[in-house]
């Protein structure tokens, strides 16, 4: 009788070790297979065939990067270039993460030897693309000035699909609208006109509805107050001193391009000069400058756009 025991409780041993092998080898190979899986990704440039959860990622979109890092997903981050990284980015200096040149000079080199799973890029390189793609699988991740909010939110969501983080992209594009529609309601009842202009090597530059910082306008309810912009919505109307006394803005938003590649604080010294000061936003206190890390190098990811809209609340509190 006890040797009868004896069998039956080694047998009931035996079955539950390989039950729980099975579901550990079930789950494993579930696990594996989630992580395999591939998407695809339509973009303005094509369509790719992308990894769920890419381990090694070369990023050429600063929006993209401060999206990834907001993500919490820094160590599937490879490459990155790192001649142009704007304050709020440093961390990606180290040494970690390999330099793969500027936003406009890829090293195609260095981007060869990470031997990456998934690159991104924008504008600025959109026309290396087909290179790109000889190397790994590349999507554009660009923003339309036309429709920002959605090629914003939209390239957030494709973000979060390839990383699994649909949940954290919800909350986060949902604080976001909640800031935009505070800006809106306040400057609805605020009037206050705006001139939205870049400085670069002492000459200044405007830009209007649908351009590259359009959104002020566009997307924020914030007025022009330039009737019309005739410009490259890129690089914005060269402009004189006299434009901008003749248009008188309630507001003077301000873009030091200088400051964002490293070539000095020059704003303030060229647009601060005696005709400028007879102006309604110099008398007002009125000429706000924006941060030229979020407005002119990224521009386009969850940080930066977060920012972006409270700088350009400023101009109507």
Request: with cysteine; charged share 30%; glycine share 8%.
């Amino acid at each position: 009788m006890k040797q009868r025991l004896s069998l039956l409780l080694i047998l009931s041993i035996i079955m539950i070790f390989t039950a729980a092998c099975g579901s550990q080898e079930k789950a494993s190979g579930s696990a594996k297979g989630k992580d395999s899986e591939d998407i695809v990704v339509k973009h303005q440039l094509g369509e790719s065939k992308v990894k769920k959860n890419p381990k090694k990622v070369v990023i050429m979109d600063l929006g993209t990067l401060d999206t990834l890092d907001k993500f919490g997903l820094e160590d599937s981050i490879a490459g990155v270039p790192q001649q142009n990284l704007p304050v709020y980015l440093e961390t990606y200096k180290d040494k970690e993460y390999k330099n793969i040149g500027s936003l406009k000079e890829p090293d195609f080199e260095a981007i060869n030897e990470i031997k990456p799973d998934l690159i991104i890029i924008s504008g600025r390189q959109q026309d290396l693309y087909d290179k790109f793609e000889e190397i790994a699988p590349t999507i554009f991740m660009g923003i339309d000035n036309k429709n920002f909010m959605k090629s914003f939110e939209g390239n957030v969501h494709t973000l979060a699909k390839i990383f699994g983080k649909e949940e954290q992209a919800e909350k986060e594009l949902a604080a976001i609208e909640s800031t935009v529609a505070d800006i809106k309601k306040k400057a609805e009842e605020n009037h206050a006109k705006a001139l939205i202009t870049l400085t670069a090597g002492g000459k200044v530059t405007a830009f209007g509805p649908e351009s590259r910082f359009g959104l002020i306008h566009d997307v924020l309810g914030i007025h022009s107050a330039a009737d019309k912009i005739e410009a490259d919505p890129t690089h914005g109307q060269n402009i004189s001193m006299e434009f901008i006394a003749e248009t008188n803005p309630d507001i003077l938003y301000v873009i030091d391009r200088d400051a964002a590649v490293g070539e000095g604080n020059n704003a303030k010294k060229v647009i601060e000069n005696q005709l400028v000061k007879k102006t309604k936003a110099y008398t007002n206190d009125k000429i706000v400058y924006l941060d030229p890390g979020y407005w002119y190098l990224s521009g386009g990811g969850l940080v930066s756009v977060s920012e972006m809209m409270k700088e350009a609340q400023k101009g109507i509190e």
